[in-house]
């Protein structure tokens, strides 16, 4: 998986606000403890801190005031799991999507990446009917179905 990706998954588990050891998000996230350290250091570059704990029970713990990963109910964090799960099998999703130019339309994205900005997710991803990688909240998707059909790393954006 791509960095964003590996940090984005210590995030989800640490969301918990649990101490986990160095070993165990290692483990989880399937990388070194090294990159484990380093993936730190860049979320508090960029202002997501972590409490960091010695000895035999230590490891990392998110700060108690920290709401970077608040999904806002159930139905969303289901859905960013299983938009996370196809991203990782490549898996398209069928999407009705609503947004304030087009309004509600029906849309066959291959999703790449999951991301947080101002508090609102959002899943990077090549979409079939605009031909081009767009950008969908996931709040204005009202409805989606994964699809058992996969696409290749290098879409072909057609002219």
Same mark, same amino acid.
């Given at each position: 998986?791509? =960095? ?9 588990? &640490?969301? $918990?606000?649990?101490?986990?050891? %160095?070993a165990?998000?290692?483990? $989880?996230?399937?990388?070194s ?12 570059q #960029? @202002? ?6 010695? @000895?035999?029970? @230590? ?9 970077? &990963? ?9 859905? /960013?799991?299983?938009?996370?799960? #196809?991203?990782?099998?490549?898996? !398209?999703? !069928? ?5 304030? *130019?087009? @309004? ?9 990446e &999951?991301? %947080?900005?101002? $508090?609102?997710? /959002? ?13 969908? =909240? +996931?709040? *204005?998707? !009202?409805?989606?179905?994964? +699809?058992?059909?996969? /696409?290749? $790393?290098?879409?072909?954006?057609? !002219?």
């Amino acid at each position: 998986m791509s =960095k964003i990706a590996n940090m984005l998954n210590m995030l989800q588990i &640490l969301k $918990d606000k649990k101490i986990h050891s %160095l070993a165990s998000l290692a483990e $989880d996230i399937e990388v070194s403890e090294r990159m484990i350290r380093q993936y730190k250091t860049e979320l508090e570059q #960029a @202002g997501i801190y972590l409490k960091s704990y010695t @000895g035999k029970y @230590g490891g990392y713990q998110l700060y108690e005031n920290s709401n970077f &990963l608040k999904i806002e109910n159930e139905v969303k964090e289901k859905m /960013y799991i299983i938009m996370r799960e #196809a991203i990782s099998k490549k898996n !398209k999703i !069928k999407i009705k999507y609503e947004s304030v *130019n087009s @309004g509600l339309t029906e849309r066959i994205i291959h999703p790449a990446e &999951l991301f %947080l900005y101002i $508090d609102k997710w /959002y899943i990077g991803a090549f979409c079939e009917l605009r031909n081009e990688i767009r950008l969908f =909240k +996931l709040d *204005n998707i !009202k409805k989606y179905e994964v +699809l058992n059909e996969v /696409y290749l $790393d290098k879409t072909t954006i057609k !002219k």
